[in-house]
Nanobody, 136 residues
């Protein structure tokens, strides 16, 4: 069973930075592809950043150049460094893990759940989320 626990969310001013952490079970980072997702009030959950077992990354267009996903294998922690934050980044942020997820642009989310185009759950394991609030 994979355990994921997010932390680091807080309220910040626009233009500021935050680093989110996702503590994971041992060997998870070596075995699973990892993703960061977010869900704002009255909006669908959306993929933000992913990193696979070979540390290849991909980002949503809305965060490219501002967010960086990384891993610390020694500490079993997944990070999301968020710089130049904007009010539209306000959301609950979730980390997720799966052995073989679809690419970021192949994930479709509806009513809090995320699927492949074939209707299969895109990510098997999810954390409980951490809230990020960006004020203008």
């Amino acid at each position: 069973q994979v355990q994921l626990v997010e932390s680091g969310g807080e309220s910040v001013q626009a233009g500021g930075s935050l680093r989110l952490s996702c503590a994971v079970s041992e060997y998870t980072l070596e075995t699973y592809s990892m993703g960061w997702f977010r869900q704002a009030p009255d909006k669908e959950r959306e993929g933000v950043a992913v990193i696979d077992g070979d540390d290849r990354t991909d980002y949503a267009d809305s965060v490219k150049g501002r967010f960086t996903v990384s891993k610390d294998y020694a500490k079993n922690v997944l990070y999301l460094q968020m710089d130049n934050l904007k009010p539209e980044d306000t959301a609950m942020y979730y980390c997720a893990a799966d052995r073989n997820p679809p690419p970021l642009n192949g994930v479709y989310c509806r009513r809090g759940y995320c699927y492949t185009e074939d209707g299969i759950e895109a990510y098997t394991y999810w954390g409980q989320g951490t809230q990020v609030t960006v004020s203008s």
